[in-house]
């Protein structure tokens, strides 16, 4: 009888050490993929707040983080807990999407500020690619709004900056080499729409001349943030 109940203490203490290992393994997964998952936040939020320096005092007004996640970080930094390393990671992904929103928004709203439509101004580049003095201007325009489409889809770098800096000195060139009569509405049209009072005889027949008259948008009246030309 000793020696069964031996062997059932003995069975009992196994199974109770094999239990604690699968808890304990099960534990160390766990933690390893939330510290992965961290990771991952981290790495993102990294890269979006790189981007955002380029509109800091400009189009960025910053994101503020929670109360609740430093609450959850500074519990989190006391103890080793799957549960709140995983609160931790759940609160950094929700800032990591509001930032990602604000940047990406913030930086659309910036380029359509200082280039307008980008698809509007590239239907424009091309009805005055064959415009005397403006052939060398318009195609240069054409491929570098095509860039900026492009780029505009993610988060701003350097690159990005650049080709926005050059958009906007080759619209400036090409306001430049227009007719007096025009450039008023041009500037208007490629900035929100031109109100339909600049459309006068001269606007009208350099339109209908260069096969533009479908290229530019007329509002009634005067358009928000615009003047008639």
């Not at 007004?61 to 709140?84: C, E, F, I, M, N």
């Not at 318009?138 to 350097?158: F, I, N, Q, V, Y």
Request: net charge negative; glycine share 8%; charged share 30%.
């Amino acid at each position: 009888m000793a020696d069964a109940t031996t062997w059932i203490r003995e069975t009992r203490v196994a199974v109770d050490r094999a239990s604690d290992a699968v808890r304990l393994q099960g534990d160390l997964d766990d933690l390893g993929q939330r510290d992965e998952e961290l990771e991952d936040a981290l790495r993102e939020l990294t890269a979006l707040a790189q981007a955002a320096t380029f509109g800091r005092g400009d189009w960025w007004k910053g994101v503020d983080a929670t109360p609740d996640l430093w609450t959850q970080v500074r519990s989190a930094q006391r103890g080793l807990d799957r549960r709140q390393l995983g609160a931790v990671v759940h609160l950094l992904n929700k800032l990591k999407v509001q930032v990602r929103d604000a940047v990406q928004g913030g930086w659309r709203a910036h380029v359509a500020s200082r280039a307008g439509n980008a698809q509007e101004l590239r239907d424009l580049a091309k009805a005055l690619a064959d415009v005397e003095g403006l052939e060398d201007v318009a195609p240069k325009l054409d491929a570098a709004l095509g860039h900026l489409a492009r780029l505009e889809r993610k988060p701003p770098d350097a690159d990005s900056v650049e080709i926005l800096a050059e958009v906007t000195q080759l619209l400036a060139l090409l306001e430049q080499r227009l007719p007096p009569a025009v450039k008023g509405f041009v500037s208007a049209a490629t900035q929100g729409g031109a109100a339909l009072d600049s459309v006068n005889d001269d606007v009208r027949d350099w339109l209908v001349d260069n096969n533009a008259l479908h290229n530019f948008r007329v509002v009634p009246g005067r358009p928000q943030g615009g003047q008639s030309a």
